[in-house]
């Protein structure tokens, strides 16, 4: 078995990357990329409170926005914060908040007024441990099921990213609000401590105004307001101040967005909402592989999670593992595509009552060969994954091991 | 329809679903009258609105752009859009359950910003729309279906805290005060800041029914006429008084928020212009 593994990286950052090489390279945190990413997006309002570890892209906006014509907000809550930050896009402006998990909680409200609403925004949810404070200033991967079920009352799809470096962060949350655009949606960049804390090499383009990926705003002029019964994206979003006498509610609406109590708008509202995503998924597919061609086991990760884990699986294949990886960026729509191959899994995460694992135990073809390490706090050791792979590919099982979670 | 519904609002979503009596549509066209003296069309003006009574009644019957927050969040969306389109007057019609119960931190803040908004806070002093339960703006000891041996709890006056919030023009009315109503609007309107009008408007079928006796619309406008004046029409005076008439009025008196910020960028570009471009940006 070749030691060497064959990586494979979908997304179109792949391509940006080529194409715009002329800039500076930093040393610098992934809060600076993020918000980097944001400004070269076209983001122009950012919204929020103070929470850790998401404060510094809060600091970051307050100074770079201005210099580019925005508008720093700093809210009276998270939960008045996106919304200001849906208010601004309705007006026209791109728009990002950010925030950690107690915070995020808070914005659920502001979550399914702009989905249902289809506002463009991004929200960047850098997880901590918990529940509730938990510790602050340690990951965790709490929130991979609050951030696809972001609101209540169902009858929606959500659009959730993940980086795993501060390189990735920068392209991504331009991606991000490409996709926001394009779909008209919230869309979440779901990080963590140690992506948004930690520093690394980054490049950033020296001329924001050339990068012709951003997709720009768009506004719609003309009826249908909400394209009802229809899974089309490249919609361009609804405008408030421009004329159109748009109307935007918490209700299920016509396509004018008159509020209105009968099954037939329920299912047509539903029928966009989730199928303008899931008839679109192509759009949407980012991931990472290494070494899953002849794999016998598959580590699973995403975020922070992916690093340790990746080093783990290069780690088991000089031990003569047969391991590859699969390392999600597109964590929602769940790309169930990718667990095709009837081989073991494990799913290596930030949390121990496991979470995406469930997700792999329904995409893969055999649960019971998907096996869980969970971890809370910190990252996992390449020891213990490099232990975890070879217990699974040799016993068909994780062995015992301190503060690791296998139980699902 | 009258003239000024055919001017302002939207044929096909008057008139509204409320009850019979209701306060809001007649509110709202005294609301049309100020703005049609001073001279705003429906492109002038974004109508924003809640959930409850009032969020309910007004969305969607103004004619232009308008919104419907989710409860109590009309005033954090205005604070994004009004950054995004800072021209347009903004009319945030909302209940006493928005302003004063679920909301009342936005309320507070975007009054101490100074926030170019107008407030209008209509107040049927419950929640009339789940069935009649009291409000932080039900007077205290009245029976509500949520306080039948009356309400313990006191009672707020939220022109009282916007005021010590910083807004800069605050009024009190009632659905009986029809020239003062439409007089302080147009005041309203002409401040540059944040404005705040409070209205009562009486509920026949759940405030009259349970705390007053009576699903009589003149007997329920009678009890709030009494209670601006202080006294019964059998000359008795009232268990309390309403001030109404303007409250605070230091309108245009210090800049308006997004002002503010606009301001800000053009300190921070000129100084920018001033010294070497920070690199890559």
Redesign the interface.
């Known amino acids: 078995m070749p030691v060497e593994a064959a990586a494979t990286l979908v997304a179109p950052w792949v391509e940006w990357a080529r194409r715009w090489t002329e800039g500076r390279r930093l040393l610098e945190a992934g809060t600076f990329a993020l918000t980097e990413g944001a400004i070269a997006a076209g983001c122009r309002v950012f919204a929020g409170y103070p929470i850790t570890p998401a404060t510094d892209i809060a600091e970051y906006m307050s100074r770079r926005l201005p210099q580019v014509g925005g508008y720093y907000l700093q809210a009276e809550d998270e939960l008045a914060g996106m919304h200001m930050c849906a208010g601004a896009s309705l007006g026209g402006l791109k728009a990002m908040t950010a925030t950690s998990g107690p915070g995020y909680t808070l914005m659920h409200d502001a979550y399914g007024w702009a989905i249902a609403n289809e506002i463009p925004l991004v929200v960047v949810n850098a997880m901590r441990v918990g529940p509730i404070s938990g510790i602050t200033g340690a990951p965790g991967q709490g929130e991979f099921y609050v951030a696809r079920y972001a609101s209540h009352g169902g009858n929606f799809e959500t659009i959730v990213l993940s980086p795993s470096s501060v390189q990735e962060a920068f392209w991504l949350t331009i991606d991000a609000f490409n996709l926001s655009e394009r779909f008209r949606t919230p869309v979440t960049i779901l990080t963590d401590q140690v992506v948004s804390d930690m520093w690394e090499d980054l490049f950033v383009p020296a001329d924001y105004a050339a990068l012709d990926c951003v997709v720009p705003r768009r506004f719609n002029l003309t009826m249908p307001f909400y394209p009802v019964g229809s899974d089309a994206i490249d919609v361009p979003p609804n405008v408030i101040g421009l004329g159109t006498g748009v109307c935007v509610s918490a209700y299920t609406h016509t396509e004018e967005g008159y509020d209105i109590e009968e099954m037939e708008a329920q299912w047509a509202q539903t029928y966009r909402l989730i199928n303008k995503i899931r008839h679109h998924r192509a759009e949407l597919t980012r991931y990472e592989t290494l070494g899953v061609e002849d794999a016998e086991v598959i580590a699973v990760a995403y975020g922070a999670a992916a690093r340790t884990v990746k080093t783990g699986v290069l780690e088991a294949r000089r031990r003569g593992v047969r391991a590859g990886m699969i390392r999600l960026i597109t964590l929602w729509p769940f790309l169930d595509e990718l667990f095709e191959r009837d081989v073991a899994y494990l799913v290596c995460e930030l949390n121990y009552d496991g979470q995406l694992v469930r997700e792999v135990m329904r995409a893969a073809p055999d649960r019971r060969r998907v096996h869980f390490m969970g971890k809370s706090a910190e990252l996992h050791t390449v020891a213990e994954v490099v232990a975890g792979l070879e217990g699974v590919a040799r016993r068909g099982r994780v062995p015992e091991l301190p503060w690791i979670w296998t139980a699902t | 329809m009258n003239r000024l519904a055919k001017k302002y609002l939207r044929p096909?979503?008057i008139p509204t679903k409320a009850c019979h009596g209701c306060g809001i549509g007649m509110i709202e066209n005294w609301l049309l009258q100020a703005l049609d003296e001073l001279g705003l069309g429906?492109?002038d003006v974004?109508f924003g609105t809640g959930?409850g009574c009032v969020g309910?009644q007004t969305?969607?019957t103004w004619?232009?752009?308008?919104?419907?927050?989710?409860?109590g969040?009309a005033l954090?969306?205005?604070?994004?859009?009004?950054?995004?389109?800072p021209d347009?007057k903004y009319l945030i019609v909302v209940g006493d359950g928005d302003a004063a119960s679920i909301g009342t931190?936005?309320l507070?803040?975007a009054a101490r910003r100074n926030l170019g908004v107008v407030v209008i806070c209509e107040d049927n002093m419950g929640y009339e729309s789940t069935g009649g339960q009291f409000s932080p703006t039900t007077p205290a000891g009245y029976v509500t279906n949520s306080s039948p041996y009356g309400m313990v709890e006191p009672s707020f006056d939220p022109c009282d805290v916007v005021i010590a919030a910083g807004a800069t023009f605050v009024a009190e009315t009632t659905a009986t005060q029809w020239h003062l109503t439409v007089k302080v609007v147009k005041k309203a309107l002409q401040n540059d800041g944040f404005s705040f009008i409070h209205v009562r408007f009486p509920c026949n079928e759940n405030f009259g029914a349970y705390a007053l006796g009576t699903r009589d619309t003149l007997k329920n406008l009678e009890w709030i006429y009494e209670h601006t004046q202080g006294r019964r029409a059998d000359g008795s005076p009232t268990d309390f008084t309403w001030r109404t008439g303007i409250r605070h009025d230091a309108s245009n008196s210090r800049p308006e928020f997004?002002r503010l910020?606009r301001e800000?960028?053009a300190r921070?570009?000129a100084r920018?212009a001033g010294a070497p471009a920070?690199?890559?940006?």
Not at chain 2, 278 to 281: D, E, K, V
């Open positions: 096909s979503q429906p492109e974004i959930i309910r969305f969607a004619g232009g752009d308008n919104f419907g927050a989710t409860h969040r954090a969306v205005a604070t994004g859009l009004k950054l995004a389109q347009k931190s936005h507070i803040h997004t910020l800000l960028n921070v570009q920018a920070p690199a890559g940006a």
